[in-house]
């Protein structure tokens, strides 16, 4: 039987088997707060909710972000719905023309640019960190920019000074800036910094924060009311009210205190720390995430490593080359260490026969 | 204090208060099958799910229609998601340009169009129906077909030999056909049709038939494999799976006995006859509806009418325009028959007072 060749993250969609070793998807394996499912023997609620999400949620969310306000927020179905919902409000309503992202970057947004539409302009991060000229050179071309720290793919947090003139000239220059900062909650080494203003649009989820990656919570805030009021237009004929149930568990999830979430942050730097130390060991290029749970090392001819890995030592990992970045793998460890660890020996193995893999 | 004028049905979200009557939304106010809430104190799953929608409901789906497979299926935030991806994948991967929807129309359909983006076309339903050569006549300005029986807002089924001649010359012209039938459990007195075919597009949800309204869990039925990989692709960018417990929970009504969902026609039969036998005395100008729970009386100068019923009679009603009707107005009866009557007798004061609203 011929192995068919993977080219995309749908590939593993569903594989499971013995010894297999995911590195892939990039979900939380801790489960989410125990409170949220205490909600649920007692839930009784059908019918339809408000499109723009219910006020309990707005309200606890309103209190995470400085001076902002309930009605300045959108639940959306994830973080992907409210990146596809503003990308289409911007292009629809706003005239917006062309969208500036980061490269690599996450695999859905040349998609979700292109669907709203838009045409995708990119800016090449240097070892994962915005170049501040080039950035500067590219964001000439576009009505809207997308920022994404910290990054998946890259594990990267961008530096206080960059964003802050980021901030400062997007504005100056009325361009929109979205702001995608689902992983703004898993940084191991310092404080992020969240780019504000009255044309930032802040995109975060519960998938992240709060492992509920399957009830698709996620929310945008915005300071521009005729922006949120056009959201909220255009999601009451695509999609309506964000599932009631899955606010509610959100909602839930908010209530929960910022310690016990932050517990989490030092089982995923055990686990940074192993797969970071294991691959510099075996010679691999690569930066140490500061936020996010992905490490990206250089691996020439990246779509065939991955099949190898796969095919041959039941580990999946993911094509650098889905990210925009054809000379690296990404590795999720969203993993037990001992998984880790497992994996790190099946990569000897697979390197030792192939050590032209390792860029020199 | 001047009382805002009445211009779309948002103005009505979260209004309550004494002795309001609200025949606005469109939603059962009948629970859910006990069921669907049973499943709950033992749900603890977290992990995103399939973006095409779990197996085991699409399995369950697929055997409500002949010869139907689980993969035919996807599993989307409400009805509104299946129309919104169905018409973005034709516009932008089937090259389609113009949509022809049908006058009176579901609000949301001119602006789906749009957002596709397609051109809008319409055909216009005589008290209701549809006429067939004027239908044909304006099919030739369209790639997609849209087709709603029952209707909301008219309350009308079509008849099977029209739904079967539509049916038969859109596959002969390789048009798509989109056909929402998501209030097809809702008929009272015989079979709907489902329109079937190669480029057939079924739209249903769990809202309407299981009143799960505030779970936003649809769905689309399709046999082209390479329409619905599309719009799984497309969805994998724009919201991901849908809500995995909304899902599970709608898994669990579909193992509730058709026998016992269909125990609810027997209620919503009675306050249609209640409503339409109450109109039918104040000399309103309407058609009996046959499925759904709207009737859509003619009524003059039906902005005018809403606001006043509103603020003088405290009664809540949909303006006709919303649904390209300047000449009448919605009023859904999914609501006792206790205050089917009170709501009767205040309209009847009303028309005393404006006998003009009554066309002649």
Redesign the interface.
């Given at each position: 039987m011929s192995q068919p060749v993977i080219t995309s993250a749908?590939f593993f969609?569903?594989r499971t088997g013995d010894g297999l070793i995911s590195f892939g998807?990039g979900?939380p394996d801790l489960?989410?707060p125990r409170a949220v499912?205490d909600i649920?023997?007692h839930?009784?609620?059908?019918?339809?909710?408000?499109?723009q999400g219910q006020e309990n949620l707005r309200e606890a969310l309103s209190k995470q972000y400085p001076h902002a306000s309930p009605e300045q927020f959108v639940i959306t179905?994830?973080a992907?719905?409210a990146l596809?919902l503003s990308l289409?409000v911007l292009a629809?309503f706003h005239g917006a023309k062309r969208c500036l992202i980061p490269r690599p970057y996450y695999y859905?947004y040349p998609?979700?640019v292109e669907?709203a539409p838009m045409g995708v302009e990119y800016y090449d991060l240097k070892d994962g960190k915005i170049d501040l000229d080039h950035f500067l050179e590219q964001m000439k071309k576009a009505d809207v920019v997308l920022i994404n720290s910290p990054s998946n793919p890259t594990g990267a947090v961008q530096d206080i000074p960059v964003l802050k003139e980021i901030e400062r000239l997007t504005q100056e220059k009325n361009l929109w800036v979205i702001s995608d900062e689902v992983y703004k909650d898993l940084i191991y080494d310092r404080d992020n910094y969240l780019i504000q203003g009255e044309r930032v649009i802040t995109i975060n989820s519960f998938s992240k924060t709060y492992?509920?990656?399957?009830?698709?919570v996620g929310y945008l805030y915005g300071r521009q009311s005729d922006f949120i009021d056009m959201v909220v237009?255009?999601k009451?004929?695509?999609?309506?009210?964000?599932?009631?149930?899955?606010q509610e568990m959100a909602y839930t999830a908010t209530c929960v205190p910022m310690d016990e979430i932050n517990k989490q942050v030092a089982v995923w730097r055990e686990r940074r720390d192993t797969i970071y130390d294991g691959m510099k060991a075996l010679g691999l290029d690569l930066w140490k995430p500061e936020g996010a749970f992905y490490v990206f090392p250089k691996m020439k001819d990246s779509t065939r490593v991955v099949n190898e890995l796969y095919y041959k030592h039941n580990m999946i990992t993911y094509d650098g080359a889905w990210f925009g970045a054809p000379d690296r793998v990404r590795f999720s460890y969203a993993l037990e260490v001992s998984k880790i660890l497992e994996g790190l020996e099946r990569l000897e193995g697979y390197l030792k026969k192939n050590p032209g893999v390792v860029s020199g």
């Open positions: 749908r969609v569903g998807s979900q489960p989410p499912f649920l023997p839930y009784s609620a059908f019918k339809y909710g408000l499109t179905n994830g992907s719905e596809d289409r629809r859905s998609f979700n669907f492992a509920m990656c399957g009830y698709r237009e255009m009451n004929h695509t999609s309506m009210n964000t599932n009631i149930l899955g």
